[in-house]
């Protein structure tokens, strides 16, 4: 798809966004881990 330049500088605030929420979202799910080892989880991983 052709991208116009002056997109560029939206389209990588938008990409470093979701790259961060990953992040956050991976943080969380491992300190879930280590908080739920003992006990079954309750929801599945999305």
Do not use: C, H, Y
Not at 3 to 23: C, H, L, M, P, Y
């Amino acid at each position: 798809m052709g991208r116009v330049t002056g997109d560029k500088s939206r389209f990588n605030k938008q990409r470093r966004q979701k790259i961060a929420k990953r992040e956050e979202m991976r943080a969380l799910r491992k300190s879930w881990g280590e908080k739920a080892a003992a006990a079954p989880k309750a929801k599945p991983a999305s």
